[in-house]
Every structure is written in C-alpha cells, then in structure tokens.
C-alpha cells in the first residue's frame, strides 16, 4: 500500500518503527493510564471551565478564590489547559481520532460523565473503576449521539464500550417517556451465537432489569417486547418483517470487520446480511456503531463515504496483537514435531485452562483423542459449529466452570469470547491471516492480566509466517532474524490461503500397544 493512501485512510495514525523488545517480567497492566496528578488537574480546569470554582471560592472566603484563580487562571485558559491535558492524556492512552467536533475523553464513570445512578452503581459492584482507552473516547462519543468506528486491542473493553451508551440512552428515554417502552430501540449484531450469548449477558448485567434484552440468538425467541436485540445477523434476516425498526436508536456492529466479510458465490455471507440489515434501519433517529479489534480499510472506507458524522476511533496500532500477550513462534519441523512439542508443552508448562485452535472440525476431534491419549487425566474436549446448539453452550460452560482443562476449538472461537481464565493460546494449527492470528491470541490477556501464546510451525507453514513473525515483533517479543527476512507471500497465494486452509497429516495417535506386540515379536525372534 502507498504510503499517501495509508494517510488517507488511516487518520494520520503514523506506522510506528518497531517496538523496543519488552523486558521479560511486567507486573500486571493497568487497563489505561490515567494518573492521579492528572485526574486532579483535570478536575481543576473543568471546573473552572464551567465556572463553578467561583462559586464554591465564594463558600470558602476570598483567599481560597484568589489562589484559584492565580493556578489556573481564567475558564478561556482553563480550557486550553484542558485541552492540552486530556491531548497528553490521549497520547498517553494511544487515543488516535478522526472526525469533526470529537468530544473530549472521559477520565471517570461518574455521573458528571453523564452516567444514569444504576449503571455506576453495576460498575462499582464489577469492580470496573476506570474506563480504558477505548472507553474513553467511543463513550462520550456515543453519547453524543454521533455513529461511530472504534478499533482497539483484543481484551480492551469494547464491549463496555458500546454497551453502556445505548443502555444509559435507553434508561433516560424510558425515564422520559412512557412511550419508548418495550419498543426496539437497538440491534447489537455478532457474527457467533457464543459472542451474542456472552454480549447478552453484559446487556443484561448493565440494564439491571429495567430495560428488556433479548437474546435472539439463544432460545429466546420472544422478541416482541424487545427493547435491545442481540443477535447473529441470520437471525435478524429471517425475522426482519416482523421487526418494528421505527423507533430504533443504535445498530451495533461488532467485528465489523467480520461482518463486511464477502463469500464469493455465497448469497448467504454477512456483508449480504449486513446489508439488508442495514437497509432495513433506515430510521431518521437510527445511529449505526462499528467495533473490532481488528480495522479493515474497506469498512474504514465504506464508513467515510456512506455514514454521515462519524467519529473514529483507533487505540494503538492498527491491526497489532495484544501486548499484555506474550508471544512466541515454535518451529516444529513436521506435524509429528507438532505432537512433541504439544506434549511437552502440557506437562510442563501447562495451567489450565488453555485454548487451542487448529484449522477443521475433522482436526479439532483428532487432537482430542491424541491429548486424551497422552495424559488419560487430561480433561480435555473440543468445540465446532458442527455440534448442536445445546452442545456447544453446554460445552462453553464446563469449560468456563473449569470442567474442560484444555478446549481444542476451530475459528469459531477466535473472535471476542471474554474467558478470562485462559492464561494460554496454542496455535496448533498456523492461522491463515494475521487478522486471525490476533484474535486467537487475543483469547488471553485480557482486561491487563497477562497471557501466553504459542505458535507452531512446520517446514511446510515457514513460507506463511512472515507477517506472523512480524505482528510479533511488532508487539515487542523477539522472533527468529530469518522468518522476519523470508519473501513476503503473494496476495493470490494469501488469498488462496483464506479460502483453503494447507493439506496437513492426520493428528493419528501413536498405538503403545502396537509397539508393545513388536517388541514382544522381536524378543520372541531373537530367543
Ligand atoms: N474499564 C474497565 N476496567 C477493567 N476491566 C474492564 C473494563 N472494561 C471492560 N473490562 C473487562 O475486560 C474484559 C474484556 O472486555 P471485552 O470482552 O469487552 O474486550 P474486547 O475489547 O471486546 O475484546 P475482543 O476484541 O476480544 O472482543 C471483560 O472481562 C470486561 O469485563
């Protein structure tokens, strides 16, 4: 891509050089950076902003209003002062924004942010103190009613950060009017029912009862008195007649990436539905809210072009892994090196409970049977969208009861599942796209905690892992000279990789039992 055309379409977000190499041991991270010296200042110039330092100055007699003023000033420079601040702030909390007007970042959930009591009541309760950097900026935006595009690393609190505008909107429109019951007033679309499942019960959590949830993607199916619908969109589709949009306030598009997706020859595939979705939403009041960890520049695009009044909003590189994650490349030599290596991995390093992602179901039930076979305590199972939908919600929840030690999945559970437990990735399987690679290590090192990810590769992957090896070192961890110096793979070739994931051998379990009856065979020979 042209240097001038990454300008264009990536707000002046420069391509950073790489990373220092991180040092070995960080104690845990905190969500965003926000000091106490700077919430002090900040309070500060926002009062006196808004004018209220004289009024409480008058309260406390003449010589506490002339040391005020002499500190910060008039509310003009005050302003400027605040400006300049929450300006390093943003820098501080890699904020990078695009757009007209953008509001200023929030520091606090608080109801001088604008919060209704419940919700930072819930906050408390979950123990969330301050917003991360995402939060930080889609919040106010959002609450400002503008249609927005926000990108920001995996585990970095988007959820929350769609999630508690539309609930704070629809309590204060219900606390307004009689009318706004039990009216549709936001669709929030995942491209998994896992996702929509685990979206449904933030909504659920944050709402505290008062407004009506659906999950259309669950079994409940009863959606009539609907007031927010959380939804994979083949399921809005099927429905869409039946849904009174009229009055809809916000159409959430999570992964939005994902969801622009396009299936050549696939009349079914999300950006299709999306589409007809979109269509459908057609309300004057209607605002429509993009997320993902990872930002394609044709949604960027489409967005620019398509979508009035936007504010964008990107935190930290675009399209990088999780630096809380520690990342690492495995050379394997073959897919026999692979089961060594897997072996060797889960007796020693191993604390349950860890994700492991390979390329097909077929893979998925093979490396089940050879990690039972290893270790027979090993509470071991696998997760696909071939199993039914009671199995698949039963299995995530052994899994997040810490009944599953090591779940084996395919891609469906690459994206945005919150299991904040897993403490390890493995990459049995190399990902077919860098895209796919930081949402499966993203599966860990969640909310600041940190994480770790292993990445197998074999002779026949090496020619792939450039742009993994890259995404790595970028994050800060080191990778071999060599991967990062190869030829980078042709764009048919990646294409092609997409659409077919690389012939590989059988995961075949090694029969102890055979070798056993040989060696028999051999001594009987010998005698
Ligand atoms: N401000 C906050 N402070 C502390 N924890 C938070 C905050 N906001 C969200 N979290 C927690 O962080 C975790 C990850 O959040 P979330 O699932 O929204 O991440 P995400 O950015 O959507 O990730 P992904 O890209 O993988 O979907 C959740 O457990 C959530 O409760």
Redo the contacts with the bound molecule.
């Keep these: 891509m042209s240097s001038k055309l990454f300008r264009k379409l990536s707000f002046g977000i420069q391509k950073t050089k790489k990373s220092k190499l991180r040092p070995q041991e960080e104690t845990r991270l905190e969500?965003?950076r926000i000091s106490q010296e700077n919430l002090e200042k900040y309070d500060e110039f926002r009062e006196k902003t808004i004018g209220k330092i004289e009024k409480k100055s008058q309260k406390k007699g003449k010589n506490f209003e002339q040391k005020e003023n002499e500190d910060v000033g008039s509310p003009e420079e005050a302003r400027k002062n605040l400006e300049k601040l929450l300006g390093e702030i943003r820098r501080a909390n890699r904020i990078f924004t695009w757009g007209e007007n953008i509001p200023d970042i929030i520091l606090r959930?608080g109801a001088e942010e604008g919060f209704e009591k419940s919700i930072i009541e819930k906050?408390k309760e979950?123990?969330?103190?301050?917003?991360?950097p995402?939060?930080m900026q889609s919040i106010p935006l959002m609450m400002k009613r503008r249609n927005v595009l926000s990108s920001?690393?995996?585990?970095?609190?988007?959820?929350?950060?769609f999630a508690l505008p539309v609930i704070d909107e629809i309590l204060k429109l219900k606390n307004r009017s009689e009318s706004a019951k039990n009216k549709l007033l936001a669709i929030i679309l995942e491209p998994t029912r896992e996702?929509a499942n685990?979206t449904f019960s933030?909504f659920q959590k944050y709402s505290n009862g008062e407004i009506e949830c659906c999950n259309f993607s669950g079994e409940d199916e009863e959606f009539e008195k609907a007031e927010i619908l959380i939804s994979t969109p083949n399921r809005i589709v099927f429905h869409l007649e039946k849904l009174d949009l009229s009055h809809l306030r916000w159409l959430v598009v999570?992964?939005s990436d994902r969801l622009f997706e396009v299936v050549e020859g696939n009349e079914k595939c999300f950006r299709n539905q999306l589409a007809a979705i979109y269509k459908a939403c057609e309300a004057k009041c209607t605002r429509t809210a993009f997320?993902?960890?990872t930002f394609s520049q044709e949604v960027e695009k489409w967005c620019k072009e398509n979508i009035d009044n936007i504010g964008m909003v990107c935190v930290g590189e675009r399209n990088s892994s999780n630096t809380h994650v520690k990342q690492e490349l495995k050379y394997c030599g073959t897919e026999d090196g692979k089961k060594v290596a897997i072996k060797l991995l889960l007796k020693t390093q191993f604390k349950p409970p860890a994700l492991v992602f390979v390329q097909s179901k077929d893979r998925a039930a093979q490396l089940v049977k050879l990690l039972s076979a290893i270790d027979g305590s090993l509470k071991v199972d696998s997760i696909n969208s071939d199993k039914s939908d009671k199995e698949r919600d039963e299995t995530m929840q052994r899994f997040r009861n810490g009944e599953i030690w090591v779940l084996v999945c395919t891609e469906l559970l690459g994206?945005?599942?919150?299991l904040?437990d897993v403490g390890l990735v493995i990459n049995y399987d190399l990902p077919t796209s860098i895209v796919s690679y930081i949402?499966r290590v993203?599966?860990t090192g969640?909310?600041?905690n940190r994480g770790n990810a292993v990445t197998y590769f074999t002779d026949s992957d090496i020619q792939y892992v450039k742009s993994i090896a890259m995404v790595i070192r970028q994050s800060g961890f080191e990778v071999p000279q060599y991967l990062l110096e190869m030829k980078k793979v042709s764009r048919d070739k990646r294409k092609d990789l997409l659409k077919r994931a690389p012939k590989r051998h059988k995961i075949a379990v090694v029969k102890k039992v055979a070798k056993k009856k040989k060696m028999k065979k051999t001594v009987r020979t010998n005698e």
């Excluded at 994206?415 to 919150?418: K, S, T, Y």
């Design positions: 969500i965003s959930f906050l979950a123990n969330i103190e301050k917003p991360s995402i939060q920001a690393p995996t585990g970095s609190g988007k959820t929350l950060a996702l685990q933030e999570d992964e997320f993902s960890a994206r945005g599942l919150d904040s949402h993203g599966r969640r909310a600041g």
